[in-house]
Every structure is written in structure tokens, then in C-alpha cells.
Nanobody, 117 residues
């Protein structure tokens, strides 16, 4: 059974930083890409960044240059370092594992990031 648990959210002032973590149970972590999404109430969930099993990364234009995704396969954990945060980054951030070989998606429960003065 694959379970994802996010942590690290909170309240931060504009210009500040946070690091989100997502711990993944099970054996699927190291062989799959990992994704961070975010969602604001009333809006669709949007892809923020992903990292492949070999470490290639992709970022949404809105976070490029400010956010960094990384992974530690020994700890089954993916991170999202968020710098220069803006009020529009306020959202619930979700970790996702798409297990391509079995066609399954797994989600964490999300962690709330609030950027406000």
C-alpha cells in the first residue's frame, strides 16, 4: 500500500521561504516520478513541479526560479523548497505519485501554505 504524507506548510510573510516534505511508504517511490500540485478553493488543482526517477525536473512558469524540487530515494522523500514566496502562492499543496506501470495515482492529504503579512 502506498501512502503519502506531506509536512512543512504554514504561515509565512511575502518574500519568505518554506520547505515542504512528502514521505512515501512502500516500494514505488524510487521507480516513479514525483509531483507537487497546489489548489486554491474554487480553482482547479495545478501542477507546480515534478521530478523524474532519475532527477530530471520541470516547473510551472509561475514558480520557475523560486521553487526547487528534489528527492532523496534513501529516505523515500520528495521536497519542495519554496523561496521568495508571494501571496498568490497561497494554496493547499499536494504530493502525488503516478505509478505508471500499474496506472495508479496516489495523493497525500495536503499541507496548507499561507503567504500573508
Amino acid at each position: 500500500q502506498v501512502q503519502l504524507v506531506e509536512s512543512g506548510g504554514g504561515l509565512v510573510q511575502p518574500g519568505g521561504s518554506l520547505r515542504l516534505s512528502c514521505a512515501v511508504s512502500g516500494s514505488a517511490f524510487s521507480i516513479n516520478a514525483m509531483y507537487w500540485y497546489r489548489q486554491v478553493p474554487g480553482k482547479e488543482r495545478e501542477l507546480v513541479a515534478y521530478i523524474t526517477e532519475i532527477g530530471s525536473t520541470m516547473y510551472a512558469d509561475s514558480v520557475k526560479g523560486r521553487f526547487t524540487i528534489s528527492r532523496d530515494n534513501a529516505k523515500n522523500t520528495v521536497y519542495l523548497q519554496m523561496n521568495s514566496l508571494k501571496p498568490e502562492d497561497t494554496a493547499v499543496y499536494y504530493c502525488n505519485l503516478h505509478w505508471a506501470a500499474v496506472g495508479m495515482d496516489y495523493w497525500g492529504k495536503g499541507t496548507l501554505v499561507t503567504v500573508s503579512s
